[in-house]
């Protein structure tokens, strides 16, 4: 398999068009962004509570957050402009939280996959990086975080982060940083991130793409989750 190094992309507001949020105002509320992360699928349009929601969004875009009802909801994935379900699922979405569902998997398996987002402030001078594998062409990955052009000297800041899976948030101090992934085990650059800068705050989201049997390569996209 051709594992070829990936650069990140930065998602940091909308992707794809939003219908007004389901339940704007409702003290019941949640929020939730999504990522298409599915890379042989086409554009993506979601219902909420049977209701269009996001129309649209294309690999491998995000959209913003989103105001929803909380609750146990119907989540529907169709590809755009057509009325057929890919993804029917029906998750539990705790009120005043905030949520990254990813639009996962080669389309032959497409699936819904749910995480609960941290909003909890960096402490003083500190921001926090989340890393999630949504990449099928992955399998099992190693992550190195470090000074820009570091490389993979040393030992991974995460390691055997399965594919579905997510790490914790890692504090680390404001500055710029790079992160390289490779499969488990190994010391092979399969997605560069580039570099992250990250101010005093912050709080993001680094997550693994792609699948080469497809051709879509292996890379990284970097979602703004806090300031």
């Known amino acids: 398999m051709n594992y070829s190094c990936g650069k990140a992309v930065l998602v940091l507001f909308l992707a794809g068009t939003l219908v007004c949020g389901i339940g704007c105002g409702d003290s019941g509320s949640t929020q939730f962004r ?29 959209t913003a ?13 169709r590809a755009a402009g057509d009325t057929t379900d890919v993804i029917d699922a029906k998750p539990d979405f705790s009120k005043n939280r905030f949520y990254t569902v990813i639009v996962g998997n080669d389309l ?6 749910v995480f609960l987002d941290d909003f909890t402030s960096p402490a003083s001078a500190q921001a926090k990086l989340r890393f999630i594998n ?35 948030y890692l504090s680390v101090p404001a500055g710029s940083y790079q992160a390289y992934i490779t499969l488990a085990g190994s010391k092979t650059v399969a997605i560069d991130t580039g570099v992250l800068t990250l101010s005093s705050g912050q709080v993001r989201t680094a997550v693994a793409i792609g699948d080469p049997t497809v051709g879509k390569p292996l890379s990284a996209v970097v979602l703004s989750d806090l300031n």
């Open 134 to 168: 949504a990449a099928p062409g992955a399998s099992s990955v190693d992550i190195y975080v470090g000074a820009p052009g570091l490389g993979t000297a040393g030992a991974p800041a995460v390691t055997n982060l399965a594919y579905q899976g997510a790490a914790g």
């Open 65 to 77: 957050y989103i105001k929803v009802k909380a609750g146990t909801r119907r989540v529907e994935v």
């Open 108 to 113: 032959a398996s497409i699936t819904a996959l």
């Open 34 to 62: 999504l990522l298409h992360a599915s890379p042989d699928a086409p554009n993506v349009d979601v219902l909420y509570d049977g209701k269009a929601l996001i129309t649209n969004v294309a690999y491998p875009n995000a």
